[in-house]
């Protein structure tokens, strides 16, 4: 994945790169097969009643993301590149202020949400048969700390990801998944437990995985601590900015970009051609998923190379990076395509037809998006990220807006189109943010090259690895 990088550590930097491109996958499988198991379960031993009502409850807590404002994933990136730059004191600022700050906003957050389902019988409002209004309580305020035990995740995962890879984090994660599912399905199968028991469940493995991985860094980054003398008021002033453009970027592309879509075909189409939309984009979502990962993978170390000065070998490792993340989500958004008649009707069983204008157009933007997002990531990892957030929101907002506009002339593609606006922006916008950072323009012809060339070692390198000659980037 990383041809170009001669000597000892682009043989290192090869390694980690399979290690956490393989530990995504990992992680990836575990959280599609959770939903595949945990919701035949739950409807089997709640019922659809019980099991509507555990999603709304569920639902509600889940607004406490937002009180994030980023603030982890702009700590996580500056962690690692001050690392990467051997600057141990600004990491353990930057560490020490992000959990300081998410520990208060987190308390708050689990008082105030806890006080209100304690003050206001929200099952009676709700009109709740089965969830009465003290196991209401317990759920919220489990699934609440989970969420918010989950925030740290970003910071203690940069130590690590910084030290040694992100391989580990990802394990971490998808070992404790897998056990909370098998704890909640064997609970669910063997003693029928209700929903409060089951968020009991997902929080104590959300306090094992933090424990696990600060004991990882208790082991690969022994000297690195919390330290209250770290804690500057000027320093985490310098978060501001990052943490809301990662806010904006999220509300970009989580919120208004999957929700509002759907709110304007509701309104002028109905709710048939709300689930039409809704699985073919589900279905051409795929091809970003799977497209995303090597850049996914990549990113600790796009963040290591800038923050150690080492700039050339950075815009490198971007322009390889968007190379293949473009040409697979091509060739995935093909493959999707061809397969789109015999897949989407044996997926729905035979309910949902597929719309070849709409399929289309979602395709070449999930392909389109696969590209902005490899540039987004290479943004993020340097915390300059911010115009791409602007342009990104107000991309969306202008998309969806034409294409409200025609959807009652031409239906859903008229959205599917919109849509393509805001990864446009990004692209454009994003290769110029780059290109300042990097100190080097960064061209269109040399991102859309056929990656052959890195295709080629790759494969020779896994060959030797399999062939019993070398491990890979040994």
Not at 49 to 66: C, D, K, N, Q, R
Request: glycine share 10%; aromatic share 8%.
């Amino acid at each position: 994945m990383i041809p170009g990088f001669s000597g000892f550590e682009g043989k290192r930097l090869r390694r980690r790169a399979w290690e956490a491109v393989l530990s995504i996958l990992l992680s990836r499988a575990v959280r599609i097969g959770e939903q595949f198991i945990l919701v035949p379960c739950f409807l089997s031993a709640w019922g659809i009643e019980t099991y509507g009502e555990w999603l709304t409850v569920t639902a509600v807590v889940a607004f406490v993301s937002f009180t994030n404002v980023g603030l982890a994933a702009a700590s996580a990136s500056d962690i690692v590149m001050s690392m990467g730059a051997g600057n141990r004191q600004r990491a353990e600022e930057s560490f020490s202020n992000c959990v300081i700050m998410l520990l208060g906003i987190g308390a708050v957050v689990l008082v105030v949400l806890t006080g209100i389902f304690l003050g206001v019988n929200i099952s009676a409002v709700a009109g709740f048969e089965s969830i009465r209004n003290p196991q209401a309580v317990t759920i919220v305020a489990c699934v609440a700390a989970s969420l918010i035990l989950g925030f740290f995740n970003g910071p203690l995962g940069a130590i690590i990801g910084a030290s040694v890879g992100v391989s580990a984090v990802n394990l971490i994660l998808a070992l404790a998944k897998t056990l909370e599912i098998a704890t909640i399905v064997s609970g669910l199968l063997l003693f029928k437990i209700e929903p409060a028991t089951a968020a009991i469940i997902s929080l104590i493995w959300a306090c094992v995985v933090a424990v696990s991985q600060i004991g990882v860094i208790r082991h690969v980054a022994p000297s690195f601590r919390l330290r209250p003398s770290r804690i500057k008021f000027d320093s985490l002033l310098t978060m501001v900015r990052p943490s809301l453009s990662y806010f904006l970027l999220f509300l970009s592309t989580n919120i208004v970009g999957i929700e509002i879509p759907r709110l304007i075909i509701f309104s002028t189409l109905g709710p048939a051609a709300v689930a039409i939309f809704s699985v073919t984009l589900t279905y051409s979502r795929t091809v970003r998923s799977l497209a995303g990962i090597v850049t996914s993978a990549m990113q600790v170390e796009l963040g290591r190379l800038f923050g150690s000065g080492d700039i050339q070998r950075f815009r490198s490792l971007v322009v390889r990076l968007c190379r293949v993340t473009i040409w697979s989500a091509v060739s995935l958004g093909l493959l999707l395509l061809a397969g789109a008649a015999l897949l989407i009707p044996l997926w729905t069983n035979g309910r949902i037809a597929v719309e070849w204008p709409l399929l289309s157009l979602l395709i070449l933007g999930a392909s389109l998006g696969s590209l902005a997002d490899a540039i987004t990531l290479s943004l993020t990892s340097i915390n300059r990220v911010g115009r791409v957030a602007i342009a990104s929101l107000g991309g969306v907002v202008i998309g969806l807006a034409l294409g409200g506009l025609l959807t009652r002339y031409i239906g859903t593609p008229a959205i599917a189109a919109g849509l393509l606006v805001p990864e446009l922006a990004v692209v454009l916008l994003g290769r110029i943010e780059i290109a300042k950072s990097a100190g080097a323009s960064i061209t269109f012809a040399g991102i859309m090259r056929w990656p052959g060339d890195l295709l080629r070692v790759e494969y020779a390198a896994a060959m030797r690895f399999l062939s019993g000659k070398s491990e890979p980037g040994a």
